[in-house]
C-alpha cells in the first residue's frame, strides 16, 4: 500500500467552526507533514511529525492543531479560521524525517473553504 | 538552505510536440532532486527523481530529468506530449540530510490537440 490518504476532501466551516482534518498511511512511514497549497502555488510546509512528535512548525498561527495520534494517523485540528486560510491543506510521509531518502508521498488533499 | 526556479511559468504546447521544462537549483549541500505532477483538482505525484547514480532519470509515461551539476539544473523533457499531460508541474530539492522539501514556483503545461 503506497497511499497516503486524506478525508474530507471537502469542508466548507465559518469563522466560529470547529474541525478536523484526517491524514492515514499505512507505509510504515515515521515522517508525516502538513502542507498548505493556494491556488496555482507551491505547497508550503506547515508543520512534520517525527515518530509521532511535532518535529518542526513553520510559524504557524495557533488556529491550526495538528496532532499525530499513532504513527499511521495525523490530524489538522480547525479554529476560528480566516476566509485567507482557504487552500488545499496536503498531508504527505517519508520513511523518516532525517532519511538518506526523503521521498515525499503525498494525499490528495482536502479542498478547505472558510466563509 | 536550498533554492529552486523554474524558468517557465507557462508552456502551451500541441499534442505530440515535444516540451522541455527548465529548472535550476542553488543549494551548498549535496541535493537530491524531485519532479512532481499535479492534475487538477489532484494532490501531488512524483513523477521521477534523482538519488545519485546515473544523471538521466527516466519516468514510466515518457518523462526524463538530467541532472547536471555543473550548470545545477534538473530539467524535465518529454519528446511526445498528450492531451492527459495537462497539469502543473513543479520541481523540488532536498539536502541529502534534510527534511525539507524546497518547491519551485510551478509550470503550467497545457496540452491542445
Known amino acids: 500500500d503506497t497511499e497516503v490518504t486524506q478525508t474530507p476532501k471537502h469542508l466548507v466551516m465559518g469563522m466560529t467552526n470547529k474541525k478536523s482534518l484526517k491524514c492515514e498511511q499505512h507505509m510504515g512511514h515515521r515522517a508525516m507533514y502538513w502542507y498548505k497549497q493556494k491556488a496555482k502555488k507551491p505547497p508550503e510546509l506547515m508543520f512534520v511529525?517525527?515518530?509521532?512528535?511535532?518535529?518542526i512548525n513553520e510559524s504557524v498561527p495557533s488556529r491550526f492543531s495538528p496532532e499525530c495520534p499513532n504513527s499511521s494517523l495525523l490530524n489538522l485540528h480547525l479554529h476560528a479560521l480566516q476566509p485567507e486560510d482557504s487552500a488545499l491543506y496536503l498531508c504527505a510521509s517519508s520513511q523518516s524525517e532525517r532519511s538518506s531518502y526523503n521521498e515525499q508521498f503525498f494525499g490528495p488533499g482536502t479542498r478547505l473553504t472558510v466563509l | 538552505a536550498q533554492s529552486v526556479t523554474q524558468l517557465d511559468s507557462q508552456v502551451p504546447v500541441f499534442e505530440e510536440a515535444p516540451v522541455e521544462l527548465r529548472c535550476n537549483y542553488s543549494s551548498s549541500v549535496s541535493v537530491y532532486l524531485f519532479w512532481y505532477v499535479q492534475y487538477p483538482n489532484q494532490g501531488l505525484q512524483l513523477l521521477l527523481k534523482y538519488l545519485s547514480g546515473s544523471t538521466l532519470v527516466e519516468s514510466i509515461n515518457g518523462f526524463e530529468a538530467e541532472f547536471n551539476k555543473s550548470q545545477t539544473s534538473f530539467h524535465l523533457r518529454k519528446p511526445s506530449v498528450h492531451i492527459s499531460d495537462t497539469a502543473e508541474y513543479f520541481c523540488a530539492v532536498s539536502g541529502i540530510s534534510d527534511y525539507k522539501l524546497s518547491f519551485g514556483a510551478g509550470t503550467t503545461v497545457t496540452v491542445r490537440a
Open positions: 511529525y517525527s515518530y509521532e512528535k511535532l518535529s
